[in-house]
């Protein structure tokens, strides 16, 4: 017998971001990195979220390879919002950044169950439905795997806008 089971559910297509209008959460945090808000590509995240009534802060500050002083930063950020649920926007560093975040500062400060939506912005890593993420502590040169059921994201949203803003290359 063969079973398959999946804790993500996935909304994808055209539109699927206006799903974001409906979640169950009032408090949000968006994890991100600095091209998303620069390019304004973070409209298509914060219109939805107005528009269903939630109160959100961005933490923009991450970069590839998910270093921990980074990480720490946003433990920072989550820890004074105290989200009810924590939005990743971004490529595989964005979403395993967020993955850290919540799981490092719920350690810390466990008020609540905190949700986790992923929402890539590339295609490829698959860090939107997997219970994985990658840290890098560049002062001592190592990656960091974590890995625990516990880092899925509950949901993931694919919606092709995002991908269709991306250079060529990517």
Wanted: aromatic share 8%; proline share 6%; charged share 25%.
């Amino acid at each position: 017998m063969n079973t398959f089971e999946m804790k993500t559910v996935i909304h994808f297509g055209e539109n699927a971001l206006e799903r974001l209008k409906d979640i169950p959460y009032k408090r949000v945090l968006i994890i991100t990195d600095p091209f998303v808000v620069q390019s304004k590509m973070i409209d298509l995240i914060t219109e939805p979220l107005t528009r269903g009534g939630k109160e959100y802060d961005i933490f923009h500050n991450v970069v590839p390879d998910a270093p921990v002083d980074k990480i720490a930063d946003g433990v920072k950020k989550f820890l004074s919002f105290q989200p009810e649920v924590v939005v990743a926007v971004g490529g595989g560093s964005a979403i395993d950044s967020s993955k850290a975040i919540r799981e490092f500062a719920l350690k810390i400060n466990h008020y609540a169950e905190v949700g986790l939506i992923a929402i890539p912005t590339t295609s490829g890593t698959g860090s939107e439905v997997t219970s994985f993420a990658v840290i890098t502590d560049k002062k001592n040169n190592k990656k960091y795997p974590l890995a625990d059921y516990e880092l899925t994201p509950d949901v993931a949203i694919v919606d092709p806008d995002l991908v269709m803003s991306l250079p060529k290359s990517i």
